[in-house]
C-alpha cells in the first residue's frame, strides 16, 4: 500500500489521492486515485504510463510474487485522474 501511495503522491504532488481498501470473498482489494491531469497528446500518453508502470517496479514484484493482479487505468468520469488497483488473495 505503501508503494502505490508513495509513487502517486510523487507524481501528483500537492493534490488529493483517494484510497479505498476492502478485504472480500478472500482477497485483499486496494483501490487509489489520483489526480494526475489528462494528457491528449497519445505519445505523451503512453509515455506517462510507462514511466508510472516502471515507478511500481517493487509493487509489482510483490503482487506476482503473492499470485495477485495490479494494473492502472484513466478514473471515470466525472473524476480526472488515474485509478491504480491492486488484488491479493488471502
Given at each position: 500500500?505503501?508503494?502505490?501511495?508513495?509513487?502517486?503522491?510523487?507524481?501528483?504532488?500537492?493534490?488529493?489521492?483517494?484510497?479505498?481498501?476492502?478485504?472480500?470473498?478472500?482477497?485483499?482489494?486496494?483501490?487509489?486515485?489520483?489526480?494526475?491531469?489528462?494528457?491528449?497528446?497519445?505519445?505523451?500518453?503512453?509515455?506517462?504510463?510507462?514511466?508510472?508502470?516502471?515507478?511500481?517496479?517493487l509493487l509489482s514484484?510483490?503482487?506476482?510474487?503473492?499470485?495477485?493482479?495490479?494494473?492502472?487505468?484513466?478514473?471515470?468520469?466525472?473524476?480526472?485522474?488515474?485509478?491504480?488497483?491492486?488484488?491479493?488473495?488471502?
Amino acid at each position: 500500500m505503501t508503494e502505490l501511495i508513495a509513487v502517486n503522491a510523487a507524481l501528483t504532488p500537492g493534490r488529493d489521492l483517494y484510497l479505498s481498501l476492502r478485504r472480500r470473498d478472500g482477497t485483499l482489494r486496494l483501490v487509489l486515485r489520483d489526480q494526475h491531469p489528462h494528457h491528449p497528446d497519445p505519445d505523451t500518453l503512453a509515455l506517462c504510463e510507462v514511466r508510472r508502470r516502471r515507478a511500481l517496479w517493487l509493487l509489482s514484484a510483490v503482487v506476482d510474487d503473492w499470485g495477485g493482479d495490479w494494473g492502472l487505468r484513466a478514473a471515470q468520469a466525472p473524476d480526472a485522474g488515474v485509478t491504480s488497483w491492486v488484488v491479493l488473495p488471502q
